[in-house]
């Protein structure tokens, strides 16, 4: 006695649907996430009661914990128009905004965030890119790491701070960060 078609069909699906469902889920049930990398991780931890954070897709205040899958980001502080050449600093000359970020690794493997992960936006829209140089020597003249030349180790947190050049009229500047699950917006 053979199945019918439709029977064999509808058990693929299924098969298939669980499986989509499961990568994706993290941590995976049964202990599977020891076995089976996903986007988010292994194990993750999630956010205690006194750091509420937002959903993955959505905006969230400065110093709220923003989640993307395994990792957090805090925006600490944010310092408009600074010149990073005066006062005896080495930095390049220009007008810079430093985002004092802290990077929080939930995840059982170590992430390294990239420049690119990092955008900074105005009002009218215009996108602003990490400046590498002047990230490197606000990091240094402040003793923090480059989170782009480390790693952050799983369970670890690092405090970076990071410099964009912006135009002196932008206004309402919005962080926004790509990392794990896709793009979160901080205001300010």
Partial sequence: MRAPLWVIVL??????GIGVYGYFTTPLPFGLSAVI??????NTGTPSATTPGAPAGIRTAAGQPLVLGATNVVVQAV???QDL???GRSGPAGSFTVVDVEVQNGGSQPLTPEMKDFRLVDDRGRVYA???EATRSVNASNRRRVI???TVPPAGRVD?????ETAADANALTLRVSLGYGEVELPR
Avoid: H, K, M, Y
């Avoid at 058990?11 to 298939?16: K, P, R, S, V, Y």
């Avoid at 990398?37 to 292994?42: A, F, K, L, Q, V």
């Fill in 11 to 16: 058990l693929i699906l299924a098969i298939i």
């Fill in 130 to 132: 990490v400046d590498p």
């Fill in 79 to 81: 310092q408009r128009n």
């Fill in 160 to 164: 970076t701070l990071l410099a964009f």
């Fill in 37 to 42: 990398p996903t986007p988010g991780g292994g």
């Fill in 148 to 150: 782009f030349e480390a």
């Fill in 85 to 87: 050449a005066s006062s």
